[in-house]
């Protein structure tokens, strides 16, 4: 079992910035790549970002150049700092730790983008 914890949404103003993360713990060390995605009212959940087990990176047209996803080893943290918010960016965001065969999930963080 992976249990994982996000932190750092709010309200920000359009062009403005935050960085989300994601504190895992459990049975962590099988986890092959951790991924963002997010949910708007309304809409199917999309992912965001995602990070590898050897720090390869891929993300969604709607927020490459604007958003990097990345990593702390050590603290078992993934970050998504988001630069450039757009109101269409707000969502839940969520966490997601995948393995062979499972995927776990945080709760989910509300991210506001006001214009």
């Known amino acids: 079992q992976v249990h994982l914890v996000e932190s750092g949404g709010g309200l920000v103003q359009a062009g403005g910035s935050l960085r989300l993360s994601c504190a895992a713990s459990?049975?962590?060390?099988?986890?092959?790549?951790m991924a963002w995605h997010r949910q708007a009212p309304g809409k199917a959940r999309e992912l965001v970002a995602v990070?590898?087990?050897?720090?390869?990176?891929n993300y969604a047209g709607s927020v490459k150049g604007r958003f990097t996803i990345s990593r702390d080893n050590a603290k078992n943290i993934v970050y998504l700092q988001m630069n450039s918010l757009k109101p269409e960016d707000t969502a839940v965001y969520y966490c997601?730790?995948?393995?062979?065969?499972?995927?776990?999930w945080g709760q989910g963080t509300q991210v506001t983008v006001s214009s």
């Open positions: 997601a730790a995948l393995k062979a065969t499972d995927i776990y």
């Open positions: 459990g049975n962590i060390f099988s986890i092959n790549a």
């Open positions: 990070i590898t087990k050897g720090a390869i990176t």
